[in-house]
Every structure is written in structure tokens, then in C-alpha cells.
T-cell receptor, first 113, second 112 residues
Framework: AQSVSQHNHHVILSEAASLELGCNYS??????LFWYVQYPGQHLQLLLK??????LVKGIKGFEAEFIKSKFSFNLRKPSVQWSDTAEYFC???????????FGRGTSLIVHP | NAGVTQTPKFQVLKTGQSMTLQCAQD?????MYWYRQDPGMGLRLIYY???????DKGEVPNGYNVSRLNKREFSLRLESAAPSQTSVYFC???????????FGDGTRLSIL
């Protein structure tokens, strides 16, 4: 069964700092990868996704992620965070032809102004 | 979030009471899902429905039942609520593969 690990459970940054959140998955076959963001009191919404092509994908609000197949990783990055990026971030993986995503446990990001 | 609508948004129950959480979508997606979200636990899948007429257990199905009424609607029922079921419940839709899920706004359920 697929598993997804998010190594950073809580991250606290100051505005303008750079961000990198780790995500590793276990299944070695074809995967579709997603990062979702959940702002306080809101539902999850898609930040970005990868399913093929250029392993560096760009999403909304200046976020990007890099798929490294050899490392089973899909890390999320942002060069300069803002206070409004305070949220919980979830990595998710759908394996092969499945329709059931596996979610990581989430990373809580707090950005101080 | 017109795509996936959950009702109610908030609910307080007493132990032993029953209730049904409603979810309706206008995304025309085949698959629908119910998750619960608890602090530090991420999202855990309760039940899912790959298509109209089918339902399957997820990671944490005990204490819950579901009904896929039609393509648009997928309800979650707590027959005899327990304090351990205090959580935020999210309904989601999807098509699987490389398509992302779309989530409702959630139902915040407290069981006393």
C-alpha cells in the first residue's frame, strides 16, 4: 500500500524567508502527485500537481514543487513566504490508475509578519 | 465553493444520537469520498464511492455508514454517535488518476 511522509509537522518562518516542505512516498510505479493547502477554517484546495513531463511544476501563489523519481520525493518550495501563506499543507499521491489518494499528515506553516 | 456542498456546517450531538451528513456535487465527477480530519492525523478516508451504485470502506469506517443516492449525492450517517467521532468531516469528489480532488467546506461535528 502507498504511504506518504511529510517530515516537517510544524514550520515557523518570518516573512521573506524561503520555504521547503518535504514529501516522500513509498510506491515505485506510476504516480500522480499533488500539494493541497488549507487556510485556517477553510477546505483543502489544490496548489499544484504533477503527473508527467517537466519535473519542476509551478502552482498558484508562487509555489513550485520538484518531482525527483529516484528519491520518491515531491518537495514544495517557495522563495519568499508571506504572512498570508500561514496554512496547513498536504501532500497527496494517487498511484497508477487508482482513484484513491493517499495523504500525508500535513505540515502546519506559521509565517510571522 | 459551489462545486461541493456540505450540510450542515456545524452540529453538536449527544452521545448515542444519530445524524446524517449530506454532500452534493455539481462537478459531474464519478467518485465521491468522505474524510475526517483530526489534529496531527491529517485526512483519513472513511468511505468512498467510485461510481454511482458502489461504496467501499476506507481506512476508518467503523461507526459510519454511507449512501450514494445518485451521481450527485453521497451521505454519511452516524448511527450512534460517540465522543471519538468529534471531528471535522470533509466530502470530496474526484476522477482519480491525475485529476485533483475537490473538497466541500466541511462539517464541524462535536459529540458530547
Amino acid at each position: 500500500a502507498q504511504s506518504v511522509s511529510q517530515h516537517n509537522h510544524h514550520v515557523i518562518l518570518s516573512e521573506a524567508a524561503s520555504l521547503e516542505l518535504g514529501c516522500n512516498y513509498s510506491y515505485g510505479g506510476t504516480v500522480n502527485l499533488f500539494w493541497y493547502v488549507q487556510y485556517p477554517g477553510q477546505h483543502l484546495q489544490l496548489l499544484l500537481k504533477y503527473f508527467s513531463g517537466d519535473p519542476l511544476v509551478k502552482g498558484i501563489k508562487g509555489f513550485e514543487a520538484e518531482f525527483i523519481k529516484s528519491k520518491f520525493s515531491f518537495n514544495l518550495r517557495k522563495p519568499s513566504v508571506q504572512w498570508s501563506d500561514t496554512a496547513e499543507y498536504f501532500c497527496a499521491v494517487i498511484s497508477g490508475g487508482s482513484y484513491i489518494p493517499t495523504f500525508g499528515r500535513g505540515t502546519s506553516l506559521i509565517v510571522h509578519p | 465553493n459551489a462545486g461541493v456542498t456540505q450540510t450542515p456546517k456545524f452540529q453538536v450531538l449527544k452521545t448515542g444520537q444519530s445524524m446524517t451528513l449530506q454532500c452534493a456535487q455539481d462537478m459531474n465527477h464519478n467518485s465521491m469520498y468522505w474524510y475526517r480530519q483530526d489534529p496531527g492525523m491529517g485526512l483519513r478516508l472513511i468511505y468512498y464511492s467510485a461510481s454511482e451504485g458502489t461504496t467501499d470502506k476506507g481506512e476508518v469506517p467503523n461507526g459510519y455508514n454511507v449512501s450514494r443516492l445518485n451521481k450527485r449525492e453521497f451521505s454519511l450517517r452516524l448511527e450512534s454517535a460517540a465522543p471519538s467521532q468529534t471531528s471535522v468531516y470533509f466530502c470530496a469528489t474526484g476522477q482519480g488518476g491525475n485529476q485533483p480532488q475537490h473538497f466541500g467546506d466541511g462539517t464541524r461535528l462535536s459529540i458530547l
